[in-house]
């Protein structure tokens, strides 16, 4: 890939939390090369050039300190210093690299060099390109005070923290106008009390306006937790997920989780109306999906307590707090297929094959993929 070096960007620096002696930084001033200007770039837009598999940035680097960039990329995901290879991605990974140790042997062009990333079939997500705080290796000096301070990486939760308010309106907005569901579903007595009368008493029209709003309520809820996880894995050690979930996306993914666990818990009932008929047993599918739905929202309570958990502690102790929200997210579901399991059981023993078989293809088979998806993904 061979690229005129004819304009240098000139656009405002943006403010980065760094220590006051580091130079080498990266900003967010992406460019793009005009297709219909050759060799001239202008300022990256990301509602106009969509279709760009290249974006470059103009970097000072000076060879006295590191120069040490952190960013999550695809498999072959190519970075060009002044044109010249110093990077492929062999795997979707997260990277770090010393830009400094590349430019030893290149010309700067007006004391600036030409950071280049590019992909071969999709446009790079540059948004995870970020510096690594430089902190020098020092000998303490007589009288010196045995003090260091050392920058932490910092994880906007600002997303985090909005979506915490909106689950707690949602699930106040519930109580008031919805008394009677609410009690009958997260009241602790009833919830132990697995027995089939128990969960046919909860049985409502599944298209009833308090059950969307409550399997609503649980999507969000359960979606803000795996986009916490997720976030807190990308920033704490090597990846390799199916969802990737970066700082500026924080917000579109936690959307996504929502909409795809809201679509799964409502479109089960198909599923298991189509198994059902498969394997004869039509008559389990009514009692299965009501002792799965009052489960799945009753332990869905929990979830933002684990997510007040993560932002409160996370900066402290991400290893910890990160194994507690994958505990907790697995232990919903686990849970909630155990009871499924038993209550199920009440009615027809689960001892027999063929009912063991089905429910193997409707829970355990699912759970199995689940897990893998959100929590041993990494």
Not at 130 to 140: E, H, I, W, Y
Request: aromatic letters at 12%; hydrophobic letters at 50%.
């Amino acid at each position: 890939m061979t690229l005129t070096l004819v304009w240098l960007g000139q656009v405002p620096a943006q403010g980065q939390v760094l220590p006051l002696e580091q130079k080498n930084t990266i900003t967010s001033n992406w460019l793009v090369q005009r297709g219909g200007d050759a060799g001239q770039l202008v300022p990256y837009v990301a509602s106009m050039h969509a279709d760009y598999n290249a974006l470059h940035q103009w970097l000072p680097i000076t060879q006295a300190q590191p120069f040490n960039i952190a960013f999550t990329a695809p498999k072959d995901l190519c970075l060009f210093l002044n044109n010249r290879l110093i990077f492929k991605a062999d795997s979707t990974a997260y990277y770090t690299l010393d830009l400094a140790k590349y430019s030893g042997g290149t010309q700067p062009v007006e004391g600036k060099y030409l950071l280049t990333v590019w992909h071969p079939v999709q446009q790079p997500s540059v948004s995870s390109f970020r510096n690594v705080p430089f902190v020098k290796d020092s000998v303490q000096e007589p009288g010196e005070r045995p003090l260091s301070v050392k920058v932490r990486e910092y994880v906007n939760q600002n997303a985090f923290i909005i979506f915490m308010l909106l689950i707690g309106l949602t699930y106040g907005l519930l109580r008031v106008n919805y008394p009677n569901d609410f009690k009958n579903l997260f009241d602790p007595n009833r919830f132990l009390r697995t027995s089939s009368q128990e969960t046919l008493q909860f049985s409502k029209p599944i298209g009833a306006v308090s059950n969307v709003l409550f399997v609503l309520a649980f999507s969000l809820s359960l979606a803000l937790l795996i986009a916490a996880i997720h976030t807190n894995v990308q920033h704490v050690r090597l990846f390799n997920r199916l969802f990737p979930v970066s700082e500026a996306d924080i917000t579109t993914k936690i959307f996504f989780y929502t909409l795809l666990i809201f679509g799964v818990v409502v479109f089960k009932y198909a599923f298991l109306k189509l198994m059902g008929f498969v394997f004869g047993l039509g008559g389990l599918v009514q009692l299965q999906y009501q002792e799965f739905m009052r489960s799945l929202l009753f332990l869905g309570l929990f979830l933002p307590l684990v997510m007040l958990l993560y932002l409160s502690l996370n900066m402290m102790m991400p290893d910890a707090i990160l194994l507690i929200s994958s505990l907790a997210v697995s232990l919903v579901l686990v849970i909630t297929i155990l009871r499924v399991f038993y209550a199920v059981n009440k009615k027809v023993s689960v001892i027999n094959l063929h009912l063991f078989s089905y429910l193997c293809a409707t829970e355990v088979i699912p759970l199995a993929i689940m897990l893998e998806l959100i929590i041993f993904n990494y």
